[in-house]
C-alpha cells in the first residue's frame, strides 16, 4: 500500500482533489494534512494498485488525466513547485494530448519512467519514493514533501451485493445479457472517464429500446 496512512505525507488522488475544491476541507488549499504546511514538492505516483497483479489488473482510464488535472492546480497555487511523476505509460485519450504536452513542458515537472517500488516515511515528516527508471535501469530515490497515490477505479459490486442473475467478469464489472435484460454502462461496465461514460451510457439505452421491441 506503500505506506498509504503511515503519514499526512502521503494521500490519494481523491484526497487532493478534495483539498482543492474551494468547499474542501482546506477551503481550496493543497497542503499536507495534518501540518497544514505548504508543499515544495510532489511526487505523483501513477498506477498505484493499478495494472497490478496483485489488485486490479486493468488501467483505470482516469488516472492519468487526474494527475495533469493536479498539476494543474499545484502549478496555480505553487509556481515554483517541483513535480515528480512517475509512470508506467502516461495515457491521455481522447483529444487531451495537447494538455498532455503543456504539462509535459513544465520546466520544473520531471517525469520518470518506471512503477514505484515502495516509499519511506522521514523523520522530517517528508517523503522518500523509491523506484527504477525503465529507460536508464538507474535505481531513483526522490525526496518530496509530498506525495500523491493515483489509485485506481473499482466497481462497487467488488464487494458483493449484485442482483441475481448479473453476471460479472473477473474483475467485477458488469457483463451485458440482453436475453435477460441485463445491459452494463458507464462504469458499471469498464472504468472510464465522464465522456465515454456518458456515450457508453446512451448507446446502453438505445440498446434497451431495442431489446424491448423484440
Partial sequence: NLNYNQSGAIVTNM???RMAAPGGPTGGKIVIPGSDK???SFAFVQCAGSRDETHLEYCSHICCMATFKQM???REQYPEAKIYVFYIDLRTPGKYEKFREKL???ENATFIKGKV???VIEADGGVTVIAEDAVTGERIQQSVDLAVLATGMQPSLADGGAPAGLALDTNSFVLSDFNKGFIGAGCAKKAADVVTTAQ????AALKAIQVSRR
Avoid: G, L, Q, R
Wanted: net charge negative; glycine share 0%; aromatic share 6%.
Fill in 200 to 203: 457508453s451510457s446512451t448507446a
Fill in 104 to 106: 509535459m513542458a513544465d
Fill in 117 to 119: 517500488a515502495d516509499t
Fill in 38 to 40: 505548504e508543499p515544495e
Fill in 72 to 74: 494543474n492546480y499545484i
Fill in 15 to 17: 484526497m487532493v482533489e
